[in-house]
């Protein structure tokens, strides 16, 4: 069984850093591309991050770009987004999510940690 | 490309069919996925290829459309049916545009 386990979310101060973790099992990680996404209270999905399976190619969305960066650990089967010069509107429920082999959807999602960013 | 839910709420009776709209602004693939989300929850992937149901989805929810019309349809709404549908195009990866969703209410 897929499962992902995001940790790392909490309350910070705008300007401030956090590093989020998601937990991979139940699938071969190494294979597969990873994603990070995120919502807004009250508002709908945005796409924040991607890596590919060996991690050597990364990608952001321009509201994130330059401040955020992903890794994964294959060995650990764990992936990370780190950021940095967060600000109040980065708050948000982040999701770690599976790409389904060489599609673009995701197929699997953790069930989120909250990021909050508040003076 | 802008991708276009509607209508942004929908009231329906349990046991009735539910059609959800998800508009592209311009002519795109069939790299369209639908995601159910109910509160406090992740996203759950429906169909993806505009069309085909993910592993374990009930045989009530289709996909159809192509171009730049898409709908989801839900044959007939059972409770746990009640939630926001998310349309998702993904002809560009890494790059994936949502749609604002819909959110799917009982009458």
């Known amino acids: 069984e897929v499962q992902l386990l995001e940790s790392g979310g909490g309350f910070v101060q705008p300007g401030g850093s956090l590093r989020l973790s998601c937990a991979a099992s139940?699938?071969?990680?190494?294979?597969?591309?990873m994603g990070w996404f995120r919502q807004a209270p009250g508002k709908g999905l945005e796409w924040v991050s991607a890596?590919?399976?060996?991690?050597?190619?990364?990608y952001f969305a321009d509201s994130v770009r330059g401040r955020f960066t992903v890794s994964r650990d294959n060995s650990k089967n764990t992936l990370y987004l780190q950021m940095n010069s967060l600000r109040a509107e980065d708050t948000a429920v982040y999701y770690c999510?599976?790409?389904?082999?060489?599609?673009?959807?995701?197929?699997?999602w953790g069930q989120g940690t909250l990021v909050t960013v508040s003076s | 490309i802008v991708m276009t839910q509607s209508p942004a709420t929908l009231s329906v009776s349990p046991g009735e069919r539910a059609t959800l709209s998800c508009r592209a602004s311009?002519?795109?693939?069939?790299?369209l996925a639908w995601y159910q989300q109910k509160l406090g929850q992740a996203p759950r992937l429906l169909i993806y290829?505009?069309?085909t149901r993910a592993t374990g989805i009930p045989a009530r929810f289709s996909g159809s459309g192509s171009g730049t019309e898409f709908t989801l349809t839900i044959s007939s709404l059972q409770s746990e049916d009640f939630a926001v549908y998310y349309c998702?195009?993904?002809?560009?990866?890494?790059?994936?545009?949502f749609g604002g969703g819909t959110k799917l209410e009982i009458k």
């Open positions: 999510a599976k790409r389904d082999g060489s599609s673009g959807f995701s197929d699997y």
């Open positions: 139940g699938f071969t990680f190494t294979n597969y591309a």
């Open positions: 890596i590919n399976g060996r991690g050597s190619s990364s």
């Open positions: 311009q002519s795109v693939s069939s790299n």
């Open positions: 290829g505009a069309s």
């Open positions: 998702q195009l993904y002809n560009d990866w890494p790059v994936v545009i």
